[in-house]
Each structure stands twice: as structure tokens, then as C-alpha cells.
């Protein structure tokens, strides 16, 4: 770590969540113990366009134990749909009741709840409940989603293309006719799904005396769900409470409201008994939430040389059946940042987003993950269509440091990052010319190695400005209390939701930076709405910088009013010159030191039970609270660089070695900044060469379990060789920048360069992911190098 002004910040400690999460004391939803709880199991629809003509429950409800079977016509009567219509154009309106009422949309939605007295008798009597459906035609995939005549998923809209929009600036049809050459280049991405280690599931505890409901769930953004959840039961806000304690990862799944979890609260208020679920992994891959099956094409006009005159996208992604969010929500940002780090003034794009009869889609780590791929693939298409050096193309495209702040195309600029700088110390780690010796001599050899450069321009932090600008309703904002105790002792809290990021860890150094105190005093309080302040919660990387950054300031200004009562009992008539450091009152004269003998806790208590002693006009006690709303957008930058080797015989890839130059400006915890790198480009190149969720041509999910979702272990990864880089954000009070979905981004994009440029004596380009073996033999079956 550079030299920075802090003392607590960017300190290595160890994590404070790891205790008590590796002895087994968390408190996640199961280990809260509810007696006389009811447990919930959901029917499960294995149509996946299909009428429902009838349900009977009479079966089930004969059980001895089975307290209710719930439909979508009494959850109807007891909740209100969900309508998503932000004003967009070009977007159409979409609306979902809690639970189907006339047609189930895909394979797993779920069409009625079993209430029972255990797990175990809930599943059994689902078994008894019987769904008379008559199938309909489904519709498997996007260009089956746009073809004419096919059926419409949800049938309130005109078509199945529920959203496009347009955008064009400068004259990219002026720039092709210039051109010396327009490449064109597809990159096809998957469906993935989140999989976090604990699944979806709640505890729900209907008080009728209070008339109030406690909802324990592991949640990302506890305050807006309370908000929707209060909305949608017809409840105030005040009636509600949201408990998240520990949370076993989210990635983005444990964001929306989802139909399950009100159902479950809505049963305990109509029960008036507590109800629990939790989903099993069947479920999770089934029907929580999937992500990133999107098919992007670009067509660049280039110079001889490689550098880029304009630029035109199209996006057209599968967002399966239901809309728990803006269909145009992710697609959007892929277009919006496309160009990252490089200089090109005439850009247009086209997305489209289209329903289909599969599990919904919504953010996964890095909902943007994409857009390095493509922007990266690019380049790389434009070098090979000019034989040219993909690092020398990239210099010549990428704006420098004296070009910042820079304005994309599409008005998002970029400011206080680094990608030349990255991009260069990567390439000097792996010795970019020396590898490049060696792949000659490999090839010679009929071994095939492969260098995929890929820089990432990462959108971690969206201010409310951002959302004004684009039309859309939403806050950036964050909110932050601390209070300090008469002995001392301070506790803190935001309105994030931890979701195993190391939380506790980095924001007990920001406060503690901000009072002058060691962070082993500083609690901080996560998760619980009647403890929290209202915050917008964990979404993309912006725990750090709006989160850290709303501590920081709420903690300056209780250092500021504790200094002010130290001027006080010191009898000066200001705290000029005083500071707190390691828990003690010094007095900076001429450059040296001096203890002015009052401590925190001295003045602590002073506060509390000595107010006579305080500055006149000056309130007791120590509570404090602040909100922060960060800049439009703020940005982080990384350069991934990717070493392999392609069997050609069997289509396997072995990563030989991965480097990443990062900038995510001032570290708060190195240990979690760690962490986070290293999850994140493993989910990356997990979700690049294995993980895939696969429906047949009838729109049947086949992956069913992990046998056949495949994930990374620690056997496929390779060491990851982080240099790290520090340009403070001069928008954020801390300098954060935030990084935790860079990662990902770089993954994608590194790791397909490479196998391309290991193809690349074959004359063959794979377009698509996962990288699998059996795709990249059949694109090498009959090729000579």
C-alpha cells in the first residue's frame, strides 16, 4: 500500500465476521428458532407455457398436520401484483400477481403453496395437490421470442420483444463508408445463475396483537424490500420488520421481492402462525433467478492502422418469463459503458430484450459482465482482420491520462482512473514480448498457447443524478448513524445488506479513521430495519463508496463536536490544532504531538452525564446521523491478462497463469479488497468455461442439480497475480472507487482472448461461451493449423 493520510484505513486486520462464521455461532435464517413454526413447500408447475384448469387440493388438505393450501387466488385477495413501468421509452409495462392465477410462464413457477407442520409433511402433501394444465406452445429462445406467429408469454403485451431502445450520435454510416475496413464480431453469452451457498428462503411472524410481521430473510437491501413488501400486503412501513443477519452469499439473487417469500408472509398473517421455507438446490437452479443469456454484435470502422472511427452495437437479450426489474435494466448499462477506456466519438446502439418461457432473469455479480468481452473481442477482431498486434491496437485506441476526464459517446465520463497504466504493468508482469517467443516455439512444437489482454472500465456506484438523467425513478443515496456510549464504546450502522463482503471488518476502519479510535472499539449494526437507517442497500460494488463514504463523514462530524468539547474542557476557544489519535486528545503545535491528557472516553461521558460542562449551546449526548448521494456514476479500472494452453485433441483449457493490474483507488481493508478480487474473477472464469443453464427446444430446464451445473473447484482456477494500484476518487470523501464486479468482467474477457488467440493458427474464432471442450472441438474438427 501507497502512503495514504489515513491510520485505521487500508490497515491488513483480520476479517471480525470469521470468528464467529467458521465456529458455527452466525445467524443466518435457519438458525433462528421459531417454535411452533409452519413450513412452507411450493408446487412447482412442469409445464413451461401452459392454462391452469384446475387445482385440487382436497387431497392434501386430508393430511393430518397440513394447516393450508394456498393459490393464486387467495393470494390474490391478500396482496397486491407487482407492476413494473418505470417511464421508459420503448419499454412496455409488465404486471405479475404473487402467484399464477390463469397460465404458469416456465418450468417451476410455482402454482400453489402447501402449509404444514414440518418440511418433511409440507413436501408430501405438495405431492397430493393436483394441477389439471393445458399446455401451450413454448417459446425456447429469443429468436423464437421474435419470430412471427409465435405465442405470447405474457399476453398483456403486444409481442414478446417487451423492450428496445436506440441511440446514435455522430454518423457511424459516414464513418463505414470512410473506413478502410468494418469489422464485425458476435459474442454470445449464456445463461448463468447465481448460486449462492445458502438458497432462497424466510421466516415470517405475523404478531396480530401488534398487527406487525417480522420477515428474517437474507436479503441485500433490506430497507427497499421492507418498503415492496409493506406495499404489497397492504400494510405501513411501520408495521414491518426486515431482519438479515448473516446471509450466505446473494451475487444479485437475494435483491427482488420474489413471489415465494410473500406468499410465506403473507400465510403468517393470514394464519396467524409463523411460517418458514427454504428452497432446495433443484429450486434454486429451477426458479430463483438466472442472468446474462444476451447475443451482442458489433460492427467497427477502423484506419489501416487500427484505430477505431465509429462504433455500432446490437443487443438482444433472453429474459426469460417474468420482470422483477426493468427488462432494459441490464442490457442498458452493457450499451451505456461499452466503449470504457477507448476514444471513439460516433457510436450508435440497438437493445432489444425479449421474453421467453424460462425462469426470469435479473443482476448477477457484474450485470455488465459482458461489455469488457465485447468491447476486448473487438479489439482483438480488428487486430487479427488487419494482422496487427492486439496490444499495439489497444494503444492506439485507448485515451490517456492527459485525456481525462473523458466523455463517452453516450455522456458517461470517466475520471481518476488508469487504463494505460494498468494495461502496461500487466503486460511487463507476464513479459508480453518474451511469451510471444515462446508461442512461436510452442506452436512449432504442436502445442498451442494463447494471451488474452482484456481492460475493464468497471460502473460500481450510481449517484441519484444518474438516475434523474436516464428517466429512471430511484435514489443512489446512503444513510449512516453513529453513536458513541458514555464509556466510550461506539457502535455504527448503514443501510446496507451484508451478504458476506467483509462489512464489519472495513466499515469498523472507517470509523474508526474518522473518530480516531482503534476499530476493534467500533460495532457495527447490519440487517435490521428497526436498527439500520434507511439505505438503498448492496447492488453492484457500492459498499465501499457510498457506504464507506457515509460512515467516514457521520464519523468526522462526531469527531468534530468530541473535539469541540475537549476545546471546551482544555479552555481554548476553539479545537483548532486538536486531534484525536488512538483514543487520545493531542495538540499538533509547530509540526510535534503533545497529549493533552483527556481521553475518548473521558470526553464520552462527559457528553452523557456532565452537560453542564459542554460548549454553551451545545445538545447532550453523541448520536449522529448523515446521508451521502455519491456522483452520477463513479468508475474503477483493471487490466486481466490471461495465459493458456488449448489441448486441440480434446478441447480442454488449461490456465497456465492470470494477472490483474487494479485501480480501485483508496483500500479500506486489504484483506477484503483481496477477497474480493480473487471471488471475483473465479466466478468469472467458473461462469466462462463451465457453468451453463440449459433449456431444450421445448423450453424444459435440464439442470436440474450440480451434477449438471458445473462449477469451478480450486483444482481449475489457477494463482492469481494481483498488482494492486491506488488513484483515489476525488468525487468520494475516502477515495474509494469500489471493485468487487471488475473482476468478473476482466474473467470473461481475458479468458475468451485467449483461447481465441490459441485457435488463432486454425483460422477459427469461438463466438460463444462456456469455452467447453466439446465446442472448441467441433470449431477445430477438420482444421489445420
Not at 323 to 346: E, Q, W
Amino acid at each position: 500500500m501507497p502512503k495514504t493520510r489515513f491510520t485505521q484505513i487500508g490497515r491488513a486486520i483480520p476479517r471480525r465476521e470469521d470468528r464467529r462464521l467458521l465456529t458455527g455461532n452466525g445467524r443466518y435464517v435457519d438458525d433462528i428458532e421459531i417454535p411452533g413454526a409452519l413450513h412452507a413447500c411450493f408446487v412447482r408447475s412442469p409445464h413451461p407455457h401452459a392454462r391452469i384448469v384446475r387445482i385440487d387440493a382436497k387431497a392434501a388438505l386430508a393430511m393430518p398436520g397440513v394447516a393450508a393450501v394456498l393459490t393464486g387466488a387467495d393470494l390474490a385477495q391478500w396482496t397486491t401484483p407487482l407492476r413494473v413501468a418505470p417511464p421508459i421509452e420503448g419499454l412496455h409495462p409488465v404486471e405479475m400477481t404473487t402467484l399464477p392465477v390463469d397460465k404458469v410462464r416456465f418450468h417451476g413457477d410455482p402454482v400453489a403453496c402447501v402449509i404444514a407442520r414440518d418440511r418433511y409433511l409440507a413436501e408430501d402433501a405438495a405431492e397430493r395437490v393436483e394441477v389439471e394444465y393445458a399446455p401451450l406452445p413454448a417459446v425456447a429462445n429469443a429468436d423464437q421470442a421474435l419470430a412471427e406467429g409465435t405465442a405470447l408469454v405474457d399476453e398483456s403485451l403486444p409481442s414478446n420483444l417487451v423492450s428496445e431502445q436506440r441511440f446514435s450520435t455522430g454518423d457511424v454510416f459516414a464513418r463505414r463508408r470512410e473506413a478502410h475496413r468494418v469489422v464485425e464480431s458476435a459474442f454470445s453469452q449464456h445463461r448463468q445463475t447465481h448460486l449462492p451457498i445458502e438458497t432462497r428462503g424466510c421466516a415470517a411472524l405475523w404478531d396480530e396483537g401488534r398487527e406487525h410481521l417480522t420477515l428474517h430473510i437474507g436479503s441485500q437491501v433490506p430497507h427497499p424490500l421492507r418498503t415492496q413488501l409493506a406495499a404489497r400486503m397492504r400494510l405501513s412501513e411501520s408495521q414491518v420488520t426486515i431482519s438479515s443477519l448473516d446471509v450466505g452469499g446473494g451475487f444479485g439473487q437475494k435483491i427482488a421481492l420474489y413471489r415465494e417469500e410473500l406468499t410465506v408472509a403473507a400465510a403468517s398473517r393470514h394464519l396467524r402462525r409463523p411460517v418458514r421455507w427454504r428452497e432446495d438446490r433443484m429450486e434454486n437452479l429451477l426458479a430463483a433467478s438466472h442472468a446474462r443469456e444476451e447475443l451482442c454484435r458489433t460492427r467497427a470502422a477502423v484506419t489501416d492502422d487500427g484505430r477505431l472511427l465509429g462504433l455500432e452495437l446490437e443487443i438482444l437479450e433472453d429474459f426469460g418469463a417474468y420482470c422483477f426489474y426493468p427488462a432494459n435494466y441490464l442490457a442498458r448499462v452493457v450499451a451505456m459503458i461499452l466503449t470504457g477506456p477507448y476514444k471513439v466519438s460516433d457510436y450508435a446502439f440497438v437493445v432489444r430484450v425479449v421474453l421467453t418461457n424460462k425462469c426470469g432473469s435479473g443482476p448477477m455479480r457484474a450485470p455488465m459482465s459482458i461489455t469488457s468481452w465485447v468491447m476486448e473481442g473487438t479489439m482483438d477482431a480488428i487486430a487479427r482482420e488487419l494482422k496487427l498486434d492486439p496490444l499495439e491496437v489497444r494503444r492506439r485506441n485507448m485515451v490517456a491520462a492527459a485525456e481525462l476526464p473523458y466523455t463517452m459517446p453516450t455522456g458517461e465520463v470517466i475520471a481518476d482512473i488508469t487504463p494505460r497504466e494498468t494495461l502496461e504493468a500487466a503486460v511487463t508482469r507476464v513479459e508480453y514480448a518474451q511469451f510471444r517467443e515462446r508461442q512461436a516455439a510452442a506452436r512449432r512444437e504442436g502445442r498451442y498457447l494463447g494471451l488474452g489482454l482484456c481492460s475493464v472500465v468497471e460502473s460500481t456506484t450510481y449517484g441519484s443524478r444518474f438516475y434523474k438523467a436516464a428517466g429512471i425513478p430511484g435514489s443512489g443515496h446512503e444513510a449512516a448513524w453513529v453513536r458513541i456510549e458514555p464509556s466510550g464504546a461506539v457502535n455504527a450502522s448503514l443501510g446496507l445488506g451484508a451478504s458476506g463482503q467483509g462489512y464489519e471488518t472495513a466499515f469498523s476502519q472507517v470509523v474508526g479513521e474518522g473518530l480516531g479510535v482503534d476499530p476493534a472499539s467500533v460495532r457495527i449494526h447490519l440487517g435490521n430495519t428497526d436498527v439500520a437507517p434507511y439505505g438503498m442497500g448492496s447492488r453492484g460494488a457500492r459498499g465501499g463508496t457510498a457506504g464507506g463514504a457515509t460512515l467516514f463523514l457521520c464519523a468526522r462530524d462526531a469527531n468534530e463536536k468530541m473535539l469541540a468539547i475537549a476545546a471546551k474542557l482544555l479552555g481554548f476557544d476553539s479545537s483548532e490544532g486538536l486531534r484525536m489519535v488512538e483514543g487520545k486528545v493531542v495538540r499538533e503545535v509547530l509540526g510535534e504531538r503533545i497529549d493533552t491528557g483527556i481521553s475518548f472516553a473521558q470526553l464520552a461521558r462527559t457528553a452523557y452525564l456532565d452537560p453542564t460542562a459542554l460548549p454553551a449551546g451545545m445538545a447532550p449526548g453523541l448520536d449522529f446521523s448523515r446521508t451521502y448521494d455519491p456522483p452520477p456514476m463513479t468508475y474503477s479500472n483493471a487490466a486481466h491478462v490471461c495465459e493458456v494452453e488449448l489441448d486441440v485433441e480434446t478441447g480442454a483449457v488449461r490456465i497456465l497463469r492470470y494477472v490483474v493490474a487494479e485501480d480501485c483507488g483508496t483500500v479500506l481493508s486489504p484483506v477484503v479488497v483481496e477477497g474480493q478480487q480473487h471471488g471475483a474473477v473465479a466466478m468469472g472464469l467458473s461462469g466462462a468455461l463451465l457453468e451453463h443453464m440449459l433449456y431444450d427446444e421445448a423450453a424444459q430446464n435440464i439442470t436440474g442439480s450440480l451434477a449438471d451445473y458445473l462449477v469451478a473447484t480450486a483444482t481449475d482456477l489457477p494463482r492469481f497475480e494481483i498488482l494492486p494500484m491506488h488513484t483515489p476518487s476525488r468525487g468520494n470523501p475516502v477515495g474509494t472507487k469500489g471493485m468487487a464486479e471488475g473482476g468478473v468482467m476482466g474473467a470473461i474477457g481475458a479468458i475468451s482472448n485467449a483461447v481465441n488467440d490459441a485457435l488463432a493458427p486454425f483460422g477459427v474464432v469461438a463466438e460463444r461461451q462456456p469455452l467447453s471442450p466439446d465446442y472448441l472441438r467441433s470449431l477445430l474438427r477438420g482444421k489445420t493449423p
